[in-house]
């Protein structure tokens, strides 16, 4: 049973196709090409899919909490609104407009995928497509990964944690030039929580609300 996890990466996804140990890494241009891979049974990725109209999202609350120190990688999910913004300054009106707060610029960076998602994914959404955190899926295969995903320590540990579970090393080796080894990386071990979730062993954060398209506002990993 193949999966696929998926992480953003300059306008563009990093694909991790999971099948057994085996993982390979593509890049794909944009969400409607992640969501058109046919051959995997669930696709995680690592961006927001349900989106509140009026707050913050309890499954992101959840996951921060989770984290501890490392809940800074959970940046709050914007607000639907925000989606239909211009700019940022038209972004952060919208914000405070709906759940009053404004949106972080790094948050604001996300919405352009998030956006391409929420089109791509369509009514109703497809089922095997679930959101997922890396960091959160790391803490769970390895409880050492504590260190920034950037740092040559936090990339030491994450390769360690998932090379009990995939062929990671070939993954890295074999991986599209010029991909990043902290996406890859994320993109596996979304790739493992996708397999988690297809052999139902997954855990999740979030109280199962729906936003306003019938989409679950949860983080599973």
């Keep these: 049973m193949a999966v696929l996890g998926v992480d953003g990466w300059r306008g563009a996804w990093v694909a991790?196709?999971?099948?057994?140990?085996?993982?390979?890494?593509?890049?794909?241009?944009?969400?409607?090409?992640?969501?058109?891979?046919?051959?995997?049974?669930v696709i995680g990725i690592d961006m927001p899919i349900g989106?509140?109209?009026?707050?913050?999202?309890?499954?992101?609350?959840e996951a921060r909490r989770r984290l501890g120190r490392a809940g800074s990688s959970v940046f709050p999910a914007p607000v639907r609104s925000v989606l239909a913004a211009t700019d940022y300054a038209d972004a952060r009106v919208r914000s405070v407009a709906a759940?009053?707060?404004?949106?972080?610029a790094q948050a604001f960076g996300l919405v352009p995928a998030i956006r391409s998602l929420d089109l791509?994914?369509?009514?109703?959404?497809?089922?095997?497509?679930?959101?997922?955190?890396?960091?959160?899926?790391?803490?769970a295969l390895d409880d050492r990964?504590?260190?920034?995903?950037?740092?040559?320590r936090g990339l030491g540990q994450r390769v360690r944690?998932?090379?009990?579970?995939?062929?990671?090393l070939d993954a890295l080796a074999a991986a599209p030039a010029g991909a990043p080894a902290v996406d890859v990386l994320d993109a596996c071990a979304v790739a493992w929580s996708a397999q988690?979730?297809?052999?139902?062993?997954?855990?999740?954060?979030?109280?199962?609300?729906?936003?306003?398209?019938?989409?679950p506002m949860r983080i599973t990993w």
Excluded: N, Q, W
Aim: aromatic share 2%; net charge negative; glycine share 10%.
């Design 16 to 41: 991790a196709r999971m099948d057994g140990r085996s993982v390979t890494v593509t890049v794909l241009p944009d969400a409607a090409a992640v969501l058109a891979v046919g051959d995997v049974d």
């Design 51 to 61: 989106l509140s109209d009026d707050g913050v999202r309890t499954c992101d609350v």
């Design 99 to 104: 759940a009053g707060r404004s949106l972080s």
């Design 120 to 139: 791509a994914l369509g009514d109703p959404s497809a089922p095997r497509v679930h959101e997922v955190h890396p960091e959160l899926a790391f803490r």
């Design 145 to 152: 990964v504590r260190d920034p995903k950037a740092s040559g």
């Design 161 to 168: 944690a998932l090379y009990t579970v995939m062929d990671v």
């Design 196 to 215: 988690r979730i297809a052999d139902g062993k997954a855990e999740s954060v979030g109280d199962d609300r729906r936003d306003a398209r019938g989409r």
